[in-house]
């Protein structure tokens, strides 16, 4: 297969464009290259012989466009991924939430739900959920039923144990699940403290203070206006002397917050001065 | 940290949750905020700073009422004050509350 751009840059500034004014999805601030990409692959995929073609099916057909959301916004996960990262949140953050008397986190762009499992067990481990909420949200509301429903292929679960125990998890791994034929689905106590909920990080406004806030793997897709549009969501969304943490390629050395975070021992978290 | 007490609002309508936080938030007060009944009781479950609960009355699925019967027949929430917001002024629904 040859791989050619049904949709130009032109096309793509106009679409966007359009998009953001008849729907309120506003993906015109992100990185162009990537966005480029999907769409493509979105042309190839429903077999769109042209840019009006998309644009039409786009602009004429709701269903189509969350769809369109879909497959634009990125939904890759894994549990436990970065197990050093995992390691530093064990060890050295969720043992300082412990100090309140209710623990709030707010897992931005949480997609299907891998993530806040991770993190659920995290405050079982340290005997700390029974007081913590964790707010999911993403933009996407297809996702967010797969991650309500906490089912995941078994075929994944070689590769999250090995992560769960390079990040000094102890425990048996598969007591968080049942298993059954091709899947698993983790335990209910897992998701009885989560709120699922729909939130656009680039048009919602903050709806709550929380002392951790995790969006990994979302901003690298945003362009810099962008990025520090939602560091400045975060930063009025976090409590003072709360943490903030992000994916493994993103930083916010170059943003305002530089000034007022200081980074946890090498990883991507950063804890509010003030 | 964080000992103080808070204030539950209970309203599927984010607007109403943001005007009434304001005017709460502004008079000292803490505030946490549920769309659903589903999501206030888990908040109950894990917060036990709250000591007030505000419940729109005119929600989806389960509503006001319904929320507060099901409270208020629980061991662990019977206590818990409760004040309804509503619109709805008539007297017929007075009684119902």
Not at chain 1, 72 to 79: A, F
Not at chain 1, 181 to 198: A, C, G
Not at chain 1, 250 to 268: A, M
Request: glycine fraction near 4%.
């Amino acid at each position: 297969m040859i791989a050619i751009d049904i949709v130009g840059d032109e096309d793509l500034e106009l679409l966007l464009e359009e998009v953001a004014s008849v729907y309120g999805y506003d993906f015109t601030d992100y990185s162009k290259a990537s966005i480029k990409r999907r769409i493509n692959r979105i042309c190839l995929i429903d077999k769109h012989k042209s840019f009006t073609e998309l644009r039409y099916k786009i602009l004429n057909d709701q269903s189509y466009l969350s769809r369109f959301i879909e497959e634009v916004t990125v939904n890759v996960t894994e549990m436990f991924r970065d197990p050093t990262f995992y390691k530093t949140l064990k060890e050295k953050i969720i043992p300082q939430l412990g100090v309140n008397s209710f623990i709030k986190v707010w897992i931005a762009g949480c997609s299907t739900g891998e993530e806040v499992y991770s993190i659920s067990i995290l405050l079982h481990e340290a005997k700390l959920a029974h007081k913590a909420i964790i707010y999911a949200t993403d933009i996407n509301p297809t996702v967010l039923e797969t991650a309500k429903k906490g089912i995941y292929p078994i075929s994944q679960m070689k590769l999250y144990t090995e992560n769960y125990q390079n990040s000094n998890g102890t425990e048996d791994f598969s007591t968080y699940y049942s298993a059954n034929y091709d899947h698993v689905k983790f335990k209910e106590y897992l998701r009885k403290n989560v709120i699922f909920s729909t939130h656009n990080l680039v048009s919602d406004r903050s709806f709550n203070e929380f002392q951790l806030v995790i969006c990994r793997n979302v901003l690298i897709y945003f362009d810099k206006i962008l990025q520090d549009k939602v560091f400045n969501l975060f930063d009025g969304s976090l409590e003072s002397l709360g943490y903030l943490a992000l994916g493994s390629k993103e930083t916010i050395r170059f943003s305002d917050l530089n000034l007022t975070y200081k980074q946890i021992n090498k990883e991507k978290i950063w804890k509010k001065t003030r | 940290m964080n000992q103080k007490n808070a204030i539950l609002i209970v309203d599927d309508d984010p607007r109403n949750i943001f005007a009434l936080k304001m005017v709460l938030k502004a008079r000292g007060f803490d505030c946490e905020t549920a769309t659903n009944f589903e999501d206030a009781h888990k908040i109950l479950i894990s917060n036990h700073n709250v000591k007030l609960v505000l419940m729109d009355m005119m929600m989806p699925d389960i509503d006001g009422y319904e929320s507060i019967s099901k409270l208020k027949s629980s061991e662990e929430f019977k206590n818990l004050p409760i004040i309804a917001v509503t619109a709805q002024a008539m007297i017929v629904i007075k009684r119902n509350v």
